[in-house]
């Protein structure tokens, strides 16, 4: 089980897979889930990841990154 911490994106506080942002110039660490920060800031690494997922979300992405299935 990861962190719980909030996604910016959408606000929803849980322990889902995030992707972490480093902002400058203070350098703060901001988090989206994946699939929020696919749709909102288009970031390709996100839209990768939830594309070979399948479109899953939550604990069924985790799943999937972390056992290839879910």
């Known amino acids: ?25 203070d350098m703060a660490s901001v988090f989206f889930h994946y699939d929020c920060h696919a749709q909102v800031g288009g970031c390709e690494s996100c839209v990768s990841v939830v594309k070979d997922a399948g479109g899953k979300t939550g604990d069924e992405l985790r799943n999937h990154i972390m056992n290839g299935k879910g």
Request: glycine share 4%; net charge negative; proline share 16%.
């Open 1 to 25: 089980m990861s962190d719980v911490r909030p996604c910016l994106a959408c606000g929803q506080q849980d322990d889902h897979p995030r992707h972490q942002v480093v902002i400058p110039p």
